[in-house]
C-alpha cells in the first residue's frame, strides 16, 4: 500500500546527515529543529501559527481541549473517517453528533449538516478524507450563522486545496478555525515515527493550545489549565523538515499515479472511479474506488488481489455510529445510508509517492481479472 523505503533511499544522504546532527546536538525536545520546522510548515501552509505535537489523534484532542467546551456539548462530524476523529470528541465527553456523507467525495455533506445543529452544537470537524478536501464554503459559512467553531481534521490532506467561489485558494487546514494534521509514517508527509500538528491563525488559541501541550503551562511550574504532555520530537523535525520541501513532488506523483488508475479503469463498468470535486486540489492519499455490486463482490475481489500479493485495504468497513464502542449514542443501521454503503463499497488501491506506471499497470490489469472472476464470466 505505502513505501517509504524507496522514498528514503532518495533522501537518504539528507535525512542520515539531519539525523545525526540532531544527536551531537543534544537537544532532542524543542529547540532550533523543532522551531524551524514550525516556521517552514506555517509558510507552506499559509498560517501564522503552527504547534507540534506527538500524532494527529493529540491534536484533535488539543484543539477541541481548547474551545473550552462543557460536558454534554455536541460537535458534529462524519461517520465515515478513522476513528481519531470522533474518539477524541467521546474521549472529552462531548457528544460526536454524526452526519451523512457525499457520494461522490465520501466527505461530510454539507446540506445535512443544518438539520443536526441543535442548541448544544459547538463545533463541526470535518475530515479530507483520502486526500480530497470537504466541501469548506458551505461549511464555514453555515458556521459563521450559528456561531460554531471549525476543526479541519487534515491528517489525510496535506498540501491539498480548496478553491473559493471568488476564486481564494487556501490550503486544507488553513479555512477552518483550526486545522490538525498527523505526521504517521504512511500519511502524505510521514515521519519515521509518530507526529503531529495543529494550525490555527487565532492568536489567542495558539496560545491556549501551546499551554494545553505543555502540561496546562505558560511559566515553568505553573499550571493555569489541565494539559497533557504533547510534542514533537526534535529527530522526527528534522526529517519532516526535510521531506515538507519534497510534498509538493510527492503530492503530484500521487495524482500522477492516479491520473494513470483513472485512464487504466475508466471502461470497468462496475466499479466507480474517485471524483475529484472541482473546488478540489486532491492530493489522493488514497485511491478508493467503489464496486458497485456491494459487500461480498468487494470481499471477493479483495481476497483475489490479495492471492496475487496485491495489497488492498478497505477503509472503512464499519462506520462510526456503527462501532461498538459508539452504540450508547443511539445510532443504528440505516441512520447514515450514503455513509453504509460506503463501508460496504469501497476499496482502497496501492497508493505512494514511488508507485510506476508499471505498477499501476500490474494492480489494474488484476483488478479487471478480479471483477471477472467475481462476474463468474471465467
Ligand atoms: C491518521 C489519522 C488520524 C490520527 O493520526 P495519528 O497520528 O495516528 O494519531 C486522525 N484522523 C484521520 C482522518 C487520520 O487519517
Known sequence: MVDTITQYERIRDEIDQAVAAVIRSGAYINGPVVQQFRENLAAYLGVEHVIPCANGTDALQIALMALQLRPGDEVITTAFTFVATAEVI?????????????????????????????????AIIPVHLFGQPANMAPIMELARQHGLYVIEDNAQAIGAAYTFADGQRLKTGAIGHIGTTSFYPSKNLGAYGDGGAIFTQDEELAARMWMICNHGSSRRYYHDVVGVNSRLDAIQAAI?????????????????????????????????????????????????????????????????????????????????HLQAAYR??????????????????????????????????????HLKAALKQAAGIC
Do not use: C, W
Not at 467521546?90 to 441543535?118: C, H, R, S, W
Open 90 to 122: 467521546a474521549l472529552l465527553g462531548l457528544k460526536p453528533v454524526f452526519v451523512d456523507v457525499e457520494p461522490d467525495t465520501y466527505n461530510l455533506n454539507p446540506q445535512l449538516i443544518e438539520a443536526a445543529i441543535t442548541d448544544k452544537t459547538r
Open 240 to 320: 519532516l523538515d526535510i521531506k515538507l520541501r519534497h510534498l509538493d513532488a510527492y503530492n503530484q506523483a500521487r495524482i500522477q499515479a492516479a491520473d494513470q488508475y483513472d485512464q487504466l479503469l475508466k471502461e470497468e463498468a462496475g466499479i466507480g472511479l474517485p471524483l475529484r470535486a472541482a473546488y478540489a486540489h486532491h492530493v489522493f492519499h488514497q485511491y478508493t474506488i467503489r464496486i458497485k455490486e456491494g459487500r461480498e463482490k468487494r470481499d471477493a475481489i479483495q481476497a483475489y488481489l490479495s492471492q496475487q500479493h496485491i495489497p488492498a485495504m478497505i477503509y472503512y468497513p464499519v462506520p462510526l
Open 328 to 365: 450508547g449514542y443511539g445510532y443504528k443501521p440505516g441512520d447514515l445510508p450514503v455513509t453504509e454503503q460506503l463501508s460496504e463499497e469501497v476499496l482502497s488501491l496501492p497508493m505512494h509517492s514511488e508507485l510506476t506506471q508499471e505498477q499501476t499497470e500490474h494492480v489494474s490489469g
